[in-house]
């Protein structure tokens, strides 16, 4: 198990911010874990002791909607820090986290990284920063639900998976969402989903198999309406 002092990982989140001595102390106590396929990280409505930090792999983060649906919020991957609101609140958990692929993560108790909070303010700093970024986040979905068609948040969602997740040794997306999950992403009923989809699959913009989806034509994804 690496240390998190030498953990190119951290570099991508607020760790980065922490002292080595701090490191040292933190990676003595982490637990490291590994969820597989489809696994639930932790549910809507628990309370988390610490946080988890994504070493490999990718989640999908949800919200239950009042017809009980799960809205997915956000996609974490490498670097991603959770739970960094049970930090600074006795909150529960308002998100729930589904492992989309196989994942390893490291978990820091609470205990642990509170002392950090309070006495380092750099550290303190960067995990208000990434917290606020994440709320610009959401401000940006609502505007885009609003604003663009489905079309077009469909074509970008698919963009989004190839350009930051890229595709396996066939050309497929990486990421393999199921029809649900691009609907809730998007923000539109399943049967809309897959309807869109078909669409760009009989113009040879994409092409499936199954669940996987490849990108046959990105130029037509980039300039959808």
């Known amino acids: ?4 002092e030498s953990c190119i990982v951290r570099e991508f989140n607020a760790l980065k911010s922490l002292t080595r001595e701090e490191l040292m102390r933190v990676s003595a106590c982490k637990t490291a874990k590994i969820f597989r396929k489809g696994h639930v990280i932790f549910e809507e ?27 997915v919020v956000k996609l974490v991957v490498k670097g991603g820090l959770l739970g960094k609101r049970s930090l600074v609140t006795e909150q529960k958990t308002n ?7 196989d994942m390893e993560m490291c978990f820091v108790p609470k205990s642990e990284i509170m002392d950090d909070l309070n006495k380092n303010p750099k550290f303190t700093m960067d995990v208000l920063k990434t917290m606020a970024e994440d709320l610009k986040d959401s401000d940006e979905s609502l505007v885009n639900m609003a604003q663009k068609s489905v079309k077009r948040r469909m074509a970008e969602i698919l963009m989004y998976i190839h350009d930051n997740f890229g ?11 199921s029809r649900e999950d691009y609907a809730s992403i998007v923000g539109t009923a399943t049967e809309s989903a897959i309807r869109i989809l078909s669409q760009f699959k009989k113009e040879d913009i994409i092409s499936t198999s199954g669940k996987r989806i490849k990108i046959e034509d990105y130029h037509s994804l980039k300039w959808m309406e």
């Not at 595709?167 to 969402?177: A, M, N, P, Q």
């Open 167 to 177: 595709t396996d040794d066939d050309g497929y997306l990486s990421i393999v969402l």
């Open 1 to 4: 198990m690496s240390k998190c």
């Open 95 to 101: 998100l729930s986290a589904v492992a989309l692929n």
């Open 45 to 71: 409505g628990e309370t988390l002791n610490g946080v988890y930090c994504v070493k490999s792999g990718v989640c999908k983060l949800t919200k239950m909607s009042e017809n009980g649906k799960d809205q």
